[in-house]
Structures are given as structure tokens and as C-alpha cells.
């Protein structure tokens, strides 16, 4: 049972009008044929809510006419002068989408609440077409309208969703209207608190996809768990005829292999294959597959290759590797806000090459589609995450739902991408019984999901003396030993950092997915003053020995590789609302650490 199933059964106990949420994702959205809805969108900001509640706070879209909120766009049919209207998009101003609001208006700098959208299209609608629209991500709730009519509810904003609309479409001109709430709220994932900044808004890519009547909604096309000669996978068909064979054809590998699909549309198969070129970060070699049935097809980029542990060894390809990383955010240090274009997103991959990474995290939710395609053509392992981050309402059902859906919505978008190795389920979630069943469940709904990778976690340590021990039962039902710890930052001085040790109670791969310190670009002084580009080098250098000295080390992802805006971020002279960690500023300097780190890496094979 899904969150929506319960809301769902809800609205018709309470016999509300009943929304349809979002719907199952359609697998691989730039190989379909979409009509682009960004742009600039018409936008109201209303604190109060007045576009959806009446005055005793009943949203307008229960009642029984349906009408009264701003998504009926009153001012754009025939209106006259005597009507009293107060709101109108027509003569609002404007955001770009995507884009989050926070960046583009100085009065939403710090804004958390609700904020209308408005834009029109125009389509000509063609005959046997199916029709979808598609939300990269919005944050964190989004309320969606097409000419007037309600298509559903999302919430979580790092997850696409999507409604289909055919049927609901007019040929020639329709509005779409949203309303976005990013309000923090505790039982919300993520919850209220967190260090980054809450962009709100549609940071992400709006489109129409438009598909034939019967199509392939979703694929996968991988090697089977841990076996290098097989290539395994499904298609699921969507519509009225999902009768009939479909076709999945390598060209480059010699491979077209014709399935028939069973009753309720899908086709599973295992294609033995021979001489694969695998996927890794030194030949990131991707393959043109191509599905097809006799009303539909669609190509994509794929990679092969396998991961696994055995012992306190990672295994891409069969071969040991060490995973040379670095953390990053979704968060362009120039133009501030979330990344809104593949520019942006090579920038960040770039830097990651320039430093030697041949790995990334992700940090600490889904990030754009793009950056995994991306990931996947540079040649970079990545660590995929959702923002189960810090002190989650671990014994609300809802909330663990939500949790789940976004876990899912992760691994159902980017489950064909080779670069993802490592799926993770949290950061830095205190021990009780509550969380370890949370995090037990989701960990065990990864695995059902997909058994193609790794699945971990960002945990912490306890420091006992001189000792940082790892012993969070959780590690027990994870692939990898992995923590973040703040040697010389949060505990101790970065001059005692050569006497700390490590207690590992997982005989498992060690990954540290945190470790850092802040530092003001271009601010030098001794090696003891903090926020100093010294201060900040010193400590790497001294973290990099103390964890060398640690049994079965496979990798690392410090924290973090640029400057990023967090609210919990006060000092008006070092930060002012910039979490400096990272190892480049945020005018796109290298602080002195990147160079050590660099150094670090190209020493390692
Ligand atoms: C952490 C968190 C990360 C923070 C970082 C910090 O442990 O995982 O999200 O930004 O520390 O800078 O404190």
C-alpha cells in the first residue's frame, strides 16, 4: 500500500473530491518526443494562501463547485470591469523555468511558503496520441492545474513526476497553473532541518511528452546481478494493445533479440553477451540500444558493467577499485540556485575530473536526470542518495512513505545509468529503534528494487578518547562500511588528529563520505586560524594520513567540493550564509586543499 492508496481511500471516506496523483514515471524522457514547457512563467507569491482556501481555510478545489482558487485564471476568459478579481497572472511578473524563486527575485531570497505559477502553451493535438506532463522536480509540494481542472498532488522536491493528460487537452491554447509550498515541516522528507538551502519553486525541466497510443513506458537494460556475460532486463508496455512482440537490439554488440510480451504488457529476457566493452571510469564506453515495437521506439545510451563487494574490496568489473571522490550538491556557486542547465552540471562534473575523482556523491537527495547522463558519458562513478537527512519523524507511516516514493522515483529514472554504483538511504540518522526500522525497511525495499548495486548509508561515529568507533547496527545490513567524521572540526584539533584511531565493526569496504573543514577563499593566515585557506589545507593533509592508516579503505567523498548557501551558516564576516567547506569558493577559486587532495589522488592507481 502507497501514501496515495491511503490518501486516496481517504478522500472517499470523507467523500472529497477524488485528485489522481502522479503516475508511474515513463522511463528515459530525453529519447521521447516532448514539447518543452520551460520558460518564463507568470508568477503570484501568496503567503496566505488565498489562491486555495477560503476564509475558513477550506481549499477551494473540495468545495463543490470546484472553483474560487487562482488555477481558475479568471482573468484570462471574458471578464468585465464590474467582476471583482484580485489576483491576475496576466499582469504578474515573471520567473524563468526552471529555476528556483529564492535566486531570482531578492524578496524570495529567504521566502518559505506558496508561490503560484502560470503559464499557457498551445498544442495541436494529433489523432492516437497519448499525452503527459512531466515535472523534472518541484519544491517540495506542488498542486497542478491544467485549465483549471486539478491533475493531482506531489510532494518531495527532487523527484519527477508526472500526470497523464490526454483527454485533457485542448487543441490550440490551455494553462497550466501550480501551486508550489515550501514550507519546511517536520514530517517532511527532509525534514526541518537542514544544512542547505530551501530552494523553492520548478527548479526543474517542465515538458509534454506525447507518446503513441501504446508505448513503451518504462525498460531496463543491464547486466544481471554480478554476471558479466548477461545482459537482463524487462519493457513494460502502456495502453490498449500491449499484446504483440517488442525488439531490443545493440547494434554495436550484434544483439536483436524479438520478445513476446505477456498479459499485462511486459517482457522479461537474459541476452547472453560476449566481448562487452565494460563501462568504467577509464573507458566510460556506452552502447546504443534500441527498443522498439511495431507502433513505438526509442534509443538510449547505456553502459555495462558490474559492482560488487567481496570482503573489503569494491569490484567494478571484477577489478579492485578505490573510489577517489568528492561530495556535491545540486547548487551552482555563480549564478546562485540550483543547477538549471547541462552548462552548469559539467562545470561541477569537470571540477570533479580536474581534482582526480573517478567517483561523486551526490549529496544529499536525487539530482537531475541530466547530471546522471552526464556522470555516465565523463566517465564518474556515482553515490545516488535521498534526503532521509538527520532527524526524520522515524515512527510516522506517511513519512516513511514518502521516504520510500522517493527512493523509488530515484532508482525507477536512473536505474539504466552505469555511473550509479551505490544507492544510499540516509545521512547522519541517530541510532533508536524507530530509525533502525525505518531505515531497515528501506534498505530491504532497495534491495527489491534493484539487485544490480550497492546499497549504504551515510553513518556516523562515536568518539571514545582518541578512538572514532563504528558500531551502528545498521552497518550490519549495508554493502559498505561508510561514515562521515569531522576530525579536526566538530571533535578535536587538527593537530592531534595522528593520535586518532578507528574501530570498525563491519568487516566491509570503508568509505568515508564526510570529512572537511571551512575555509574563506582567499583569506591566508597560519595554519591555526581558523577559516584560513592554511587552516583548512592543514587539515587535510593530516586527514588524509590519519585515514590512510585504516585497514580496507576503498574510497572517500569529502565534504564538499564547492562553497554552498545554507541558512545555519551566520558568521557575517566568513560565512554569511555560505557553508565553506568546500575545497573551491564560491567565485570558482581553488582553495589550497583542492590541491592537496589532488595530489592524494594521483597518487593511487
Ligand atoms: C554533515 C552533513 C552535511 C553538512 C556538513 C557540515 O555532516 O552531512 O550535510 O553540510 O556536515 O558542513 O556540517
Given amino acids: 500500500r502507497t501514501l496515495f492508496s491511503y490518501l486516496f481511500l481517504l478522500g472517499l471516506i470523507l467523500n472529497l473530491p477524488v485528485i489522481s496523483f502522479s503516475q508511474e514515471l515513463i522511463q528515459n524522457l530525453p529519447g521521447r518526443e516532448t514539447l518543452s514547457l520551460n520558460g518564463r512563467w507568470n508568477y503570484i507569491i501568496d503567503p496566505y494562501k488565498m489562491g486555495y482556501l477560503d476564509y475558513r481555510q477550506q481549499p477551494f478545489d473540495q468545495s463543490e463547485s470546484g472553483k474560487g482558487g487562482f488555477y481558475d485564471n479568471i482573468t484570462a476568459k471574458e471578464i468585465d470591469s464590474t467582476q471583482r478579481v484580485e489576483y491576475d497572472f496576466s499582469q504578474s511578473p515573471t520567473l524563468k523555468v526552471p529555476g528556483d524563486w529564492n535566486s531570482q527575485e531578492e524578496r524570495l531570497e529567504l521566502y518559505e511558503g506558496t508561490l503560484w505559477y502560470k503559464r499557457d502553451f498551445h498544442v495541436d493535438l494529433q489523432e492516437s496520441k497519448r499525452y503527459f506532463l512531466h515535472f523534472g522536480a518541484v519544491n517540495y509540494e506542488a498542486h497542478v492545474y491544467l485549465n483549471g481542472k486539478k491533475l493531482g498532488v506531489h510532494k518531495g522536491g527532487f523527484t519527477p513526476f508526472q ?79 500491449k499484446q504483440g512482440q517488442i525488439k531490443v ?26 566481448n562487452v ?87 544529499h537527495y536525487t539530482h537531475n536526470e541530466k547530471m546522471l547522463r552526464l556522470a555516465d558519458e565523463m566517465g564518474l562513478m556515482v553515490w545516488a542518495e535521498i534526503p532521509v537527512y538527520w532527524t526524520i519523524s522515524w515512527e510516522n507511516m506517511e513519512t516513511y512513505e514518502n521516504a520510500e516514493n522517493q ?35 528501506l534498505i530491504a525495499r532497495a534491495r527489491q528494487l534493484d539487485d544490480t548495486r550497492l546499497i549504504a548509508a551515510a553513518l556516523e561515529v562515536e568518539t571514545e578518547g582518541n578512538v572514532a568507533v563504528v558500531n551502528d547496527p545498521l552497518g550490519e545490513k549495508l554493502d559498505l562500511a561508510s561514515f562521515n567524521e569531522y576530525a579536526g572540526w566538530y571533535w578535536g584539533e587538527p593537530e592531534n588528529i595522528s593520535q586518532y584511531t578507528f574501530d570498525i565493526k563491519f568487516n566491509k569496504p570503508v568509505v568515508i563520505t564526510e570529512f572537511g573543514g571551512g575555509a574563506l577563499g582567499g583569506f591566508h593566515a597560519d595554519k591555526t586560524t581558523m577559516w584560513s585557506e592554511e587552516h583548512q589545507e592543514y587539515l587535510y593533509e593530516q586527514q588524509l594520513k590519519m585515514l590512510d592508516k585504516i585497514d580496507g579503505l576503498r574510497g572517500m567523498t569529502p565534504w564538499i567540493l564547492v562553497d554552498f548557501k545554507s541558512p545555519r551558516r551566520n558568521h557575517p564576516v566568513y560565512q554569511n550564509f555560505w557553508n565553506r567547506k568546500g575545497i573551491i569558493s564560491e567565485t570558482g577559486e581553488k582553495k589550497k586543499a583542492f590541491y592537496i587532495l589532488q595530489d592524494y589522488y594521483q597518487n593511487i592507481n
Fill in 163 to 241: 500526470f497523464e493528460v490526454t483527454g485533457e487537452l485542448k487543441n490550440g491554447k490551455n494553462d497550466v497553473v501550480l501551486m508550489v509550498d515550501n514550507s519546511r515541516k517536520k514530517d517532511e522528507v527532509p525534514t526541518v532541518n537542514t544544512d542547505w538551502w530551501n530552494y523553492g519553486g520548478i527548479t526543474r525541466d517542465v515538458d509534454l511528452i506525447i507518446t503513441p497510443e501504446t508505448f513503451i513506458h518504462d525498460y531496463k537494460v543491464q547486466l544481471a546481478n554480478n554476471d558479466m556475460k548477461m545482459i537482463s532486463g524487462f519493457v513494460q508496455l502502456d495502453g490498449n494493445q
Fill in 249 to 274: 537490439e545493440i547494434p554495436e554488440l550484434k544483439i536483436s533479440k524479438t520478445i513476446s510480451v505477456n498479459n499485462s504488457g511486459k517482457a522479461n529476457f537474459d541476452i547472453s553477451v560476449k
Fill in 277 to 363: 566493452d565494460y563501462w568504467s571510469p577509464k573507458n566510460p564506453k556506452l552502447y546504443e540500444v534500441k527498443i522498439s515495437t511495431e507502433k513505438d521506439e526509442i534509443k538510449d545510451q547505456i553502459g555495462f558493467r558490474t559492482i560488487e563487494t567481496k570482503g573489503q574490496d569494491i569490484l567494478l568489473n571484477d577489478n579492485s577499485i578505490f573510489l577517489k571522490g568528492i561530495s556535491i550538491h545540486d547548487e551552482n556557486p555563480f549564478v546562485e540556485g540550483r543547477l538549471r542547465n547541462e552548462g552548469d552540471m559539467r562545470m561541477m562534473l569537470s571540477w570533479a575530473k580536474e581534482l582526480g575523482c573517478n567517483f561523486v556523491r551526490l549529496a
Fill in 407 to 441: 527512493l523509488a522515483s530515484g532508482i525507477l529514472r536512473d536505474k539504466n545509468r552505469a555511473s550509479i554504483i551505490i544507492w544510499s538511504v540516509g545521512n547522519e540518522t541517530p541510532v533508536t529503534e524507530a530509525r533502525n526500522d525505518f531505515m531497515e525497511k
